[in-house]
Nanobody
Framework: QVQLVETGGDLVQPGGSLRLSCAVP????????VGWYRQAPGKQRDFVAL???????NYAASVKGRFTISRDNAKNTVNLQMSSLKPEDTAVYYC?????????????WGKGTLVTVSS
């Protein structure tokens, strides 16, 4: 079983920033695209961003220009730097990999980390 561990979720005020991290097993991290999804209460799980093993990035339109995804190859982690946060960014954020593409989720999920944007 592949274990993905997300950290960094917190309560933040609108306009604030937050950084999420996802720890990925090294053998998976080195060759796979890794990304983030989010699920707001009562809504479906939506794609947020991904980064390929080669460093190419893709973002959902709703976060483009505000969120930045990156890879730390020394730590086998993928980070999501979120800025200019809005209340509508409130959601559980999930790390995903294992066949992730721009049109379908991968087979491995983390347990999620909660981001709450509220004053």
């Amino acid at each position: 079983q592949v274990q993905l561990v997300e950290t960094g979720g917190d309560l933040v005020q609108p306009g604030g920033s937050l950084r999420l991290s996802c720890a990925v097993p090294g053998n998976i991290f080195r060759v796979n695209t890794v990304g983030w999804y989010r699920q707001a209460p009562g809504k479906q799980r939506d794609f947020v961003a991904l980064i390929t093993s080669g460093g190419a990035k893709n973002y959902a339109a709703s976060v483009k220009g505000r969120f930045t995804i990156s890879r730390d190859n020394a730590k086998n982690t993928v980070n999501l730097q979120m800025s200019s946060l809005k209340p509508e960014d409130t959601a559980v954020y999930y790390c995903n990999t294992g066949g992730l593409t721009t049109v379908q989720a991968g087979m491995y999920w983390g347990k999620g980390t909660l981001v709450t944007v509220s004053s």
